[in-house]
């Protein structure tokens, strides 16, 4: 009854000097010195090579190869209890090869006897469970008829257990195209020793063993399998044997029951259409590169085949199939847990093969999810599910998405057992779905930055919180949390993008704004709502989302407030959507300048640039510092040139428009009488008129002053008088030195515009040096926007000081953007 037994004794184990096979420490012997010294280099090696494996496994328990090497050492060396703590220790981690568990059930029947039986057959019933191999079952089927007691004395316990044992191997491979024939053969040689065992007097019990070995035949004939029609002429002979007339060495199914001959023929014909793809996948002689390609592309056609087929079990164990050779595709193993989670649907299979392959492939964050929902599906109790959750915590994704799937995944399956009572024993508890969010926030929030995943996770939480824990300061507590860490991440954006004066973009922080207010809403706290809406109206958002905050406000009130309520929001928002509609303007009018500026540029002799280059390959240089200095000359006229585009650009914008004026506070009259001695010189063809505001003169008998002479308004030209003398009383010292600098105008000098801006200061926003004291006339929580008037003249301030740049040039450019910035809100230090 043996099935290809490789199973060896000790003695067999000892005397094999295969480096791969269990050896025994060897003896020293009164052989020549040269010969011990030799084997003594070789100790030393292996305990150095045994050394480093050691250190290399403390230090990185995960690496595969190694956990193979050291077990090769050891079953080389002979050192029997540290091999069966390596091979656990790596079986704690990775699911062992089918050759690995044969190797280690041969090695501990060898060296443990009849005692160790129940020890060995653990061994092999945990190696059938991580892969599908026909030798593995050979194996165990072989060891279990050979030294279990029971068995070997045919008794009906033993007889049950071996029958059982072969009714498991069948159903794990018995339509394995390629090897299931060898489990049949088995089976019937089984059943065929047991009937030469009943007495000829027990004409009944031999009647029915009889049959018990035809059935087997029928069954097996009626399976696609290799050598089908020898196994019919097996049946035939065996048939005769029984008595029954049959031509046994024909290969037709004359004689045999119509029912047996239908079913091989439709067993032969699915046999015929799988032929070719069984040969497609015994290829041999190609590397393991090719071999994974072909194999790919064969199993996928082959799969489609077996699913058009409609058979699961032989769809199943192809999937097994691909599986051992291949066990680190996580592709098929999603594709094999889909295919079992859509039509087998078994609780106990899915279970086992999601076991498996979150072992092969841990890294896959979807097989952990999967594995979740089918331990729900299959009313698993929450321990076991707890454990595989912890135990997927434990990974390392390639993608921080899917620990967020983990975590909701978890929280959605708490979530259902708590609302529809899926816990028979009532166990769970809100504070299981409160932990796992707070975990989640805790390690996700640096990593999901401006990812709406963020937004989804507390939103999550929120309404949680709200509709399931009934604490709704719990629930305010989540949102207020997740718009402190979007600030931080806002703040510190911003930080970064400040000296480039660009608007940082603040994510989904007002979709936090907004989900805030709709919970509020939603739970009718109204003036809770409304207070959101003061705090967040005058903020900064990404895109539109400013503007959508204000109007947002105007319907809460109309649909929730009352007049005055909805008064008072127009009041705070109008004059913030005038001040974004300036800001959209300027914007949209400097990216039609620079698209302008780019065009002309391009139109500007495009042919030279390649020739010029041609010419400069064309010349030689004698070393690579000439290289470098003829590089850097390149570099300084290129600057040139962009430099005089960059100072002609505002003359050329200047024609046919008026200059407009500007005023500039000096620290001292030195530098006032400075910049007067320039009046009426030229600068880029345009002629300066620089004077000395009067204000106390500015109208004089009855004729108003020329505007050169008198522009701003007294309460603007004080708070320039004033901020001044606050800068001379901190900078005086600095600025003396500049006093006695030449007074002559010329294109390239250093301009410096001295004194301080405050024309343009925005809402909130404060200079330098402004006093912070002012009472509050609002009330808490609110902000004092400017009156219309106070706007315009901030926006005709802005215009006079674009057109004083573009008229004094590039060193005006500097006040520019200081006045720019002080209207964005971003302070120009």
């Not at 100790?43 to 403390?58: D, H, R």
């Not at 086992?352 to 097989?367: F, H, I, M, Q």
């Not at 939603?522 to 895109?543: T, V």
């Not at 006695?740 to 410096?752: E, F, H, R, Y």
Request: aromatic letters at 8%; a negative charge; proline letters at 3%.
């Amino acid at each position: 009854m043996e099935i290809d037994s490789e199973s060896k004794t000790l003695e067999d184990e000892l005397n094999n000097n295969n480096g791969d096979q269990l050896q025994s420490p060897k003896p020293r012997s009164s052989s020549s010195d040269s010969d011990s010294d030799s084997d003594s280099e070789d100790e030393s090696q292996q305990n150095q090579e045994l050394e480093t494996l050691e250190t290399e496994l403390s230090s990185n328990p995960a690496n595969y190869d190694s956990h193979v090497q050291y077990i090769k050492l050891l079953r080389k060396m002979g050192e029997i209890d540290k091999l069966r703590q390596a091979r656990e220790a790596m079986n704690t981690v990775f699911p062992l090869s089918p050759e690995m568990w044969r190797d280690w059930a041969k090695d501990e029947a060898s060296i443990s006897g009849p005692e160790g039986f129940v020890a060995v057959e653990k061994i092999y019933d945990r190696g059938v469970f991580d892969y599908l191999s026909v030798p593995l079952w050979c194996d165990y089927l072989n060891y279990i008829q050979e030294h279990d007691p029971s068995v070997r004395a045919c008794s009906p316990d033993g007889i049950s257990k071996a029958r059982n044992l072969f009714e498991r191997a069948l159903t794990a491979a018995g339509v394995h195209v390629a090897e299931g024939n060898k489990i049949w053969e088995a089976y019937r040689e089984f059943e065929q020793a047991i009937l030469h065992t009943i007495d000829e007097s027990d004409i009944k019990a031999k009647e029915l063993q009889v049959q018990r070995v035809r059935n087997i035949f029928h069954r097996q004939l009626s399976v696609p399998l290799v050598n089908l029609q020898s196994t019919l002429l097996a049946y035939k002979a065996w048939e005769v044997e029984q008595g029954t007339d049959l031509d046994a060495k024909s290969s037709e199914v004359d004689g045999i029951p119509s029912h047996l001959a239908s079913a091989y023929q439709k067993a032969m014909e699915a046999y015929n259409a799988r032929a070719q793809h069984e040969e497609q996948i015994s290829m041999q002689n190609i590397s393991d590169t090719e071999k994974f390609q072909n194999f790919m592309v064969i199993v996928v056609n082959y799969l489609k085949f077996e699913k058009s087929a409609g058979d699961p079990a032989r769809v199943q164990v192809l999937y097994e199939r691909a599986m051992t050779d291949f066990p680190v595709s996580s592709d098929l193993w999603l594709d094999y847990t889909r295919y079992l989670d859509r039509t087998l649907k078994v609780g106990n299979v899915l279970r086992d093969v999601y076991s498996r392959a979150t072992k092969n492939c841990p890294w896959v964050g979807e097989l952990w999810v999967q594995y979740l929902l089918s331990l729900e599906r299959g009313r698993a109790p929450e321990k076991e599910i707890s454990s595989v959750y912890e135990k997927s915590l434990q990974c390392t994704f390639s993608t921080i998405e899917e620990y967020l799937d983990l975590f909701l995944t978890r929280v959605h399956g708490l979530r259902r057992r708590i609302v529809f009572g899926g816990e028979a024993n009532g166990v769970l508890d809100y504070s299981l779905i409160r932990e796992t969010f707070q975990y989640a926030s805790d390690y996700l929030s640096p990593h999901l930055k401006n990812t709406d995943g963020l937004l989804r996770l507390h939103a999550y939480w929120a309404r949680l919180e709200m509709n399931l824990g009934k604490d709704l300061v719990a629930a305010r507590g989540v949102w207020e949390s997740l718009l402190k860490i979007r600030q931080t991440i806002c703040s510190f954006d911003c930080f970064l993008l400040s000296i480039h004066l660009v608007l940082p973009k603040f994510g989904s922080l007002v979709e936090a704004w907004q989900g805030y207010i709709a919970m509020e809403t939603e739970s009718g706290h109204i003036s809770e709502a409304r207070s959101l809406y003061k705090r967040c109206y005058s903020k900064r958002f990404a895109g539109t989302g400013s503007e959508d905050i204000c109007h947002s406000w105007l319907r809460f009130e109309e649909e929730f407030g009352t007049l005055e309520d909805f008064d008072h929001a127009a009041q705070k928002v109008t004059p913030r959507l005038e001040e974004l509609q300036l800001y959209r303007i300027q914007q949209e009018t400097k990216a039609s300048t620079d698209q302008r500026g780019a065009i002309a540029t391009d139109e500007q002799s495009p042919a030279k640039r390649p020739k010029q280059t041609a010419q400069t390959q064309k010349k030689g240089y004698k070393d690579k510092d000439q290289l470098q200095k003829h590089d850097g000359v390149n570099e300084a006229q290129e600057a040139k040139i962009d430099l005089e585009k960059t100072d002609s650009a505002p003359e050329k914008q200047m024609k046919g428009s008026d200059f407009g004026l500007a005023y500039v506070d000096f620290v001292d009259d030195q530098h006032l009488a400075a910049a007067i001695t320039k009046n009426k010189q030229m600068l880029h063809g345009k002629k300066l008129s620089i004077a000395r505001s009067d204000p106390k003169q500015n109208r004089r008998d009855g004729h108003r002053v020329p505007r050169e002479q008198g522009f701003a308004s007294d309460q603007r030209r004080e708070n320039r008088e004033s901020a001044s003398k606050e800068y001379v009383d901190t900078h005086s010292a600095s600025r003396a030195h500049q006093a006695s600098q030449p007074a002559t105008l010329k294109s390239d000098d250093n301009i410096q515009l001295k004194g301080k801006n405050i024309f343009a200061v925005p809402r909130n926003v404060m200079t330098i040096g402004m006093s912070a004291n002012k009472s509050k006339t609002v009330e808490e929580g609110d902000e004092k926007p400017k009156s219309n008037d106070e706007f315009r003249k901030m926006q005709q301030s802005l215009l006079e000081v674009v057109e004083f740049a573009s008229a004094v040039g590039k060193e005006g450019v500097l006040y520019l953007v200081a006045a720019a910035g002080a209207l964005m809100g971003v302070p120009f230090l």
